[in-house]
């Protein structure tokens, strides 16, 4: 079977999921998600790519980021994984694959969203009975969007920015998105695009990834929903 196409396209959001081989942990004690950390900032640093939402799961990771380059997001990605697995393997003294072949990833178009898709990944700890709150668990970047704790990895997204003039005012913004759930049919949609690989956002937005990228994308959903659980 031929592997799903994945599509990049430089200063567009991209949703990275990447999994455990056979949903096995990646993450063993609390060293293992910093040190990660600190292979992915040097990793994004080196390949042009500005990392704006992350949650380090057990057995997997979401992460939201921007390239400036086609190849950014695979060189971060493999530069992370380069140093990583071997860090895992000599200290569990396993060998062996860690991750589930490559990771998946799916383009996000902007404002609304960016801005559910950063909801979705921050909210993963809760969905899945971890924490009663995002504030609660630690491998986050809601740390830093939502209360403004120290976090190198993390770069603002112009919809991110866009929520308010002043710090204090984006920080109440977002927080304040949390208050509602995320509406059941934007999370399968967000789901659905990234198993599939295909572009997360109106007809419109997915027309102009197929016109720069010459090619078809695919359509998992089409139009805008609405913003009543936004």
């Excluded at 609390?30 to 500005?50: F, I, R």
């Excluded at 120290?150 to 919809?159: A, E, F, K, M, V």
Aim: charged fraction near 25%.
């Amino acid at each position: 079977m031929p592997r799903k196409p994945r599509f990049f396209v430089p200063h567009i959001a991209n949703h990275v999921i990447q999994r455990g081989n056979n949903r096995q942990a990646v993450f063993f004690e609390e060293e293992d998600y910093q040190t990660y950390k600190n292979y992915l900032y040097e990793a994004a640093e080196s390949s042009g790519v500005k990392i704006h939402t992350y949650v380090l799961m057990t057995n997997h990771i979401h992460i939201l980021a921007t390239a400036e380059t086609t190849d950014g997001i695979s060189l971060m990605m493999q530069k992370t994984g380069r140093f990583y697995v071997p860090y895992i393997n000599y200290k569990y003294e396993r060998s062996g694959t860690l991750w589930e072949g490559r990771f998946k990833s799916s383009l996000v178009d902007s404002d609304f969203y960016v801005l559910a898709c950063m909801r979705y990944i921050e909210m993963n700890p809760v969905r899945a009975n971890m924490v009663e709150s995002p504030q609660a668990y630690k491998w986050s970047s809601y740390h830093k969007n939502a209360l403004d704790n120290h976090d190198r990895l993390i770069t603002p997204h112009d919809s991110y920015l866009g929520l308010a003039r002043t710090k204090k005012q984006r920080i109440n913004s977002y927080t304040n998105l949390f208050n509602e759930h995320l509406d059941e049919k934007v999370l399968k949609d967000i789901r659905n695009c990234a198993q599939t690989g295909t572009p997360l956002g109106s007809s419109q937005f997915i027309e102009q990834i197929e016109a720069q990228l010459k090619v078809k994308v695919g359509y998992s959903k089409r139009g805008r929903p609405g913003k009543a659980s936004n």
